[in-house]
């Protein structure tokens, strides 16, 4: 069986157990590299400055918008604005946008599922 680049690397949303060393750690995996994690799964996300993301980088993220409530944003190791276009759109579509650098990110990310929250992450990936 072989694994499309547009299928997740695992099926629903996880804990994130570990970031760093340019990737992250979930559901006894690795991933080398930024990931979008959204409810039909955690995908690999081809971003790796905050200045990419883009209506494009987040079409997952509107394809799936009836499910979510809150978009976290792991912006790298600074926090950066997030463009008044993006939030404009992302607030058309029902989802409230938070931005923080990746560590923080994470950690609000893991809380939130924890809580049963209607809850996306993209996560940039830091070393």
Not at 2 to 30: E, L, N, T
Not at 37 to 58: C, D, H, K, M, R
Not at 97 to 122: C, F, H, I, K, M
Request: charged residues 20%; aromatic residues 8%; proline residues 6%.
């Amino acid at each position: 069986m072989s694994v499309s680049k547009d299928d997740p690397h695992y099926p629903g949303r996880a804990p994130i157990d570990g970031y760093g060393q340019g990737g992250f750690r979930f559901a006894g995996m690795s991933h080398r590299g930024s990931l979008l994690i959204v409810p039909s799964g955690i995908y690999a996300w081809n971003v790796f400055t905050p200045q990419e993301i883009n209506e494009a980088a987040l079409a997952r993220i509107f394809a799936e918008a009836d499910e979510i409530d809150l978009l976290i944003i792991g912006s790298g190791r600074d926090p950066v604005a997030f463009p008044a276009a993006l939030r404009e759109r992302c607030r058309k579509a029902n989802i409230s946008v938070d931005v923080q650098p990746t560590g923080g990110a994470a950690s609000t990310y893991n809380v939130l599922l924890n809580e049963g929250r209607r809850v996306a992450a993209a996560l940039i990936a830091v070393s």
